[in-house]
């Protein structure tokens, strides 16, 4: 199974406060991200991170990339400046980009950290995928009435975890939101 998601800030304290999310501490938040990413993605699953995985540096994101399952792929993200210091092991992605464009089935999906005004294939129903804006779940919602095929995947739009590419698909077809399915 193919799985997104998007600013988990893995450490960072403020986002807690900045995103109103309902956590009393950051390690509260680490673990209930761990717990929702493993008990979702297995090993042999594809995900996708659309950036700013963490602010904490290359210790703490070897450290969580080796608790987290499935294979790994990274979307730059403003915050994640890790990847490209020594010490950061680099094959905890199968690799890391700016952006990206995945065929699923039929399907094209554009993957970048930043929400795109226009993109690839939009106008042939192509899906571009974000996260950086830390929208709540309406933001989706708004889109799909809008007919705007831009999604963000990011953990505050998609009850702190990672989202599956059927999930996505169902939404958008049918109108419910992904945790509904």
Not at 48 to 64: E, H, M, Q, R, W
Not at 91 to 98: A, G, N, P, Q
Not at 107 to 136: E, K, T, V
Request: aromatic share 14%.
């Amino acid at each position: 199974m193919i799985f997104f998601t998007a600013d988990t800030h893995f450490g960072h304290r403020n986002v807690i406060q900045f995103e109103n999310r309902p956590f009393r501490t950051v390690d509260e938040m680490d673990e209930a991200l761990v717990e929702n990413w493993n008990s979702r993605v297995f090993p042999e699953d594809e995900i996708y991170i659309l950036g700013d995985f963490t602010l904490k540096g290359p210790g703490v994101a070897n450290a969580l990339l080796e608790r987290l399952q499935g294979r790994k792929y990274l979307i730059r993200g403003n915050h994640d400046s890790y990847v490209n210091r020594a010490s950061f092991h680099q094959e905890h992605f199968l690799w890391s980009k700016d952006y990206y464009e995945l065929q699923h089935r039929e399907q094209w999906f554009i993957l970048c950290h930043y929400p795109l005004l226009s993109w690839n294939g939009m106008d042939r129903g192509a899906f571009q995928l974000h996260g950086h804006q830390h929208n709540g779940p309406l933001y989706n919602e708004g889109n799909r009435k809008m007919g705007v095929a831009r999604l963000d995947v990011g953990v505050d739009a998609q009850a702190m975890a990672p989202v599956s590419i059927e999930e996505l698909l169902a939404f958008w077809e049918k109108g419910r939101c992904p945790r509904e399915i």
